[in-house]
């Protein structure tokens, strides 16, 4: 039974900052033979994975399961070293994880491959040299000829927009003051007017706005009103 | 040499910008037919030993000097600076490439990392794109550019290798599950009880 070597672990560290994303890390470990799992720091992987100080945080589903599947190794090694009979016992649950874990390593793998493919084409597309400047650094000039046509341009954007119109928003047919002369009027006729057959044919608003003149007829002392029942016609008798 | 490879030589010299077969045959007055004969012209006359080479490039034809000539190129002029991309950008890069137009969402997903900010540096360098959304108000799906295509020298959009050819052997895909199981057995054995 080997001893553990926990100076040997420490020196062979991975360093994760060197991997793009728990899927790059762990794709390539478990294609390296020679790297041993179990060298992984787990508190810095776990560390890695929380921290927001790196450009790219890890996905925090991914790497969870990358530090359950670690720390089970972990243990495992630590049982076999004791030796402590590991049982075989599938369970639906793990295989389902193990599978989806899979699965997701599978689609990730031609990507980290590519992007290789990618780095050697950026190097080789890097020999040529193009006439007076490499092709896409050159920004087009946006206004050529003269500055008239620049000034031309500029005024649109300093422009005021066109005032936006109210037509829609239903505007009162017929505003206080027209609605004040009226019951004025009525009252100097008829000394007395009945409410009710001032607003006869009005809508709502207009009914609102009729109670409004009464009122304000009263406040300037032109007027008297006089409601004899509750929610019964109102009497505005003008005061001479 | 024909008029029209003469001609067309002569254009691709003074562009600072590939030109594509349409703008070529625009400029020439000449059918489709007529001006692949002189591009084929123009390449064999620039094959090997020569300093300058016919390439199809973003789209277009350019004439540029060979790779091997770079030194001797930069003493006459400073090479252009290019900013260095990192290894997390050419992954990027990479899923965009190959399943443009895509979201960032689904690159993260295949990626198991947060590509906000990586995302948003492929845009100012002007890598990638905003493409067609999916719907009116889904969220953005990017897709690679004309000056990706440059940097990289290829000739068109989906000038790549085929995805399969990076996928996964199946005695590799074999291996990552065994080393999995391995994993997940102790894991089992850990918990206990199902």
Same mark, same amino acid.
């Given at each position: 039974m080997p001893a553990l070597d926990s100076s040997a672990a420490l020196t062979q560290q991975v360093e994760i900052d060197l991997f793009q994303g728990p899927f790059d890390l762990l794709l390539t470990l478990l294609l390296r033979d020679e790297v041993d799992l179990l060298e992984l720091p787990l508190a810095d992987l776990v560390e890695e994975s929380v921290t927001t100080g790196t450009d790219e945080r890890w996905d925090l589903d991914a790497s969870s399961q990358l530090v359950l599947l670690l720390a089970a190794m972990a243990d495992l090694k630590g049982r076999r070293m004791l030796g402590e009979e590991v049982e075989d016992e599938p369970d639906p649950d793990a295989i389902a994880m193990r599978e989806a874990l899979s699965a997701r390593l599978v689609a990730y793998a031609p990507f980290q491959r590519a992007a290789q493919w990618l780095a050697e084409r950026l190097r080789a597309a890097q020999g040529p040299r193009?006439? #007076?400047?490499?092709?896409?650094?050159?920004?087009?000039?946006?206004?050529?000829?003269?500055? =008239?046509?620049?000034? =031309?341009?500029?005024?649109?954007? !300093?422009?005021?927009?066109?005032?936006?119109?109210?037509?829609?928003?239903?505007?009162?047919? &017929?505003?206080?003051?027209?609605?004040?002369?009226?019951? &004025?009027?009525?009252?100097? &006729?008829?000394?007395? !007017?009945?409410?009710?057959?001032?607003?006869?044919?009005?809508?709502?608003?207009?009914?609102?706005?009729?109670?409004?003149? =009464?009122?304000?007829?009263?406040?300037?002392?032109?007027?008297?009103? #006089?409601q004899d029942v509750p929610f019964g016609d109102i009497l505005i008798t003008g005061v001479r | 040499m024909t008029e029209l490879a003469r001609a067309i030589e002569a254009l691709l010299f003074i562009a600072p910008e590939p030109l594509d077969q349409p703008t070529l045959m625009e400029i020439t007055d000449e059918s489709p037919a007529e001006v692949n004969r002189a591009l084929d012209e123009l390449r064999e006359r620039h094959a090997e030993g020569t300093g300058l080479e016919l390439a199809e490039v973003a789209g277009g034809w350019a004439l540029r000097t060979r790779a091997d000539l770079a030194p001797i190129c930069d003493r006459l002029r400073a090479r252009p600076r290019e900013d260095r991309l990192s290894p997390a950008a050419l992954e990027t890069l990479?899923?965009?490439?190959?399943?443009?137009?895509?979201? +960032? +969402?689904?690159?993260? +997903?295949? +990626?198991?990392?947060?590509?906000?900010?990586?995302?948003?540096?492929?845009?100012?360098?002007?890598?990638i794109e905003e493409g067609d959304r999916a719907q009116p108000n889904g969220p953005a799906r990017y897709q690679t550019t004309t000056h990706f295509l440059e940097r990289f020298g290829l000739a068109r959009r989906g000038d790549l290798p085929t995805l399969e050819r990076f996928e996964l052997t199946g005695p590799e895909a074999q291996a990552i599950r065994a080393r999995l199981q391995q994993a997940e057995l102790i894991a089992e054995a850990e918990t206990g009880e199902p």
């Open positions: 193009y006439r #007076r400047v490499p092709p896409g650094t050159a920004t087009p000039v946006p206004v050529r000829d003269d500055p =008239a046509r620049l000034r =031309a341009a500029m005024d649109k954007m !300093v422009e005021a927009p066109p005032v936006p119109s109210l037509d829609h928003m239903g505007v009162a047919r &017929r505003p206080l003051p027209e609605l004040l002369g009226r019951l &004025r009027e009525s009252i100097a &006729r008829l000394r007395e !007017v009945s409410f009710d057959s001032m607003v006869v044919d009005c809508d709502r608003l207009e009914e609102a706005l009729t109670l409004l003149a =009464a009122l304000e007829l009263v406040r300037r002392g032109e007027a008297e009103l #006089r | 990479a899923v965009v490439a190959y399943l443009e137009p895509v979201t +960032r +969402r689904e690159i993260g +997903r295949l +990626r198991g990392v947060d590509v906000d900010s990586t995302v948003t540096s492929l845009l100012d360098r002007g890598l």
